[in-house]
């Protein structure tokens, strides 16, 4: 069984302050971390030895099943050291503290377009997917226009130094993404 060592270093998604980031900060915050763009990164890096361990999103408690994660876990004989648990909320912010009338786009990974739904069929907004929650406000940082906006979490809005416009607009409560620390067997 391989350690958790400092010397290890941890594969998930990013930026920082992406759910996955927020977990590691707070459940495994020794090891060195690496962020990549996609899960298949993550995996491919695992099989190269260029980490030792990934963290990944497995099963969402709206949407099910995370991409194939489960099954590529699998498929690559990878070890499941530990699942975590994150409770998800989702809150919307700008550059300015526009009214929400003033709002014409809105940068969110698509899945959690998907979960605010009910807040989002009272306006009309476009959406523009990011890759994830925390490159959201990254995007929503490098848009010139005052009507634009973005999802993400509270912890990634907070260090984004942007307004929040509306906090917990998920459609469901509780929200929980389930994620597995994997390594190779």
């Not at 069984?1 to 302050?17: H, I, R």
């Not at 899945?111 to 406000?137: G, K, T």
């Not at 912890?155 to 906090?167: F, P, R, Y």
Request: proline share 4%; charged share 20%; glycine share 4%.
């Amino acid at each position: 069984m391989t350690l958790l060592s400092s010397n290890n270093t941890l594969g998930t998604l990013g930026p920082a302050y992406s759910f996955h980031d927020i977990l590691c900060k707070k459940n495994i915050e020794h090891l060195p971390l690496q962020y990549f763009t996609s899960f298949d990164q993550v995996f491919e890096a695992l099989q190269n030895n260029d980490i030792q361990f990934g963290l990944i999103a497995i099963d969402n408690s709206i949407h099910g099943e995370v991409g194939n994660n489960s099954r590529k876990i699998s498929e690559l004989d990878l070890k499941i050291i530990r699942e975590y648990e994150l409770p998800i909320s989702l809150h919307l912010t700008a550059k300015s503290s526009s009214p929400l009338s003033d709002i014409k786009k809105i940068y969110a990974h698509p899945v959690a377009w998907n979960e605010c739904q009910i807040f989002l069929n009272n306006y009309r907004m476009e959406h523009i997917p990011s890759s994830s929650n925390s490159q959201a406000l990254i995007d929503l940082n490098n848009d010139d226009e005052v009507t634009s906006a973005a999802i993400s979490g509270q912890e990634a809005i907070q260090q984004s130094g942007l307004n929040m416009l509306c906090k917990n607009i998920h459609d469901s409560d509780p929200n929980i993404t389930t994620f597995a620390l994997v390594t190779k067997n």
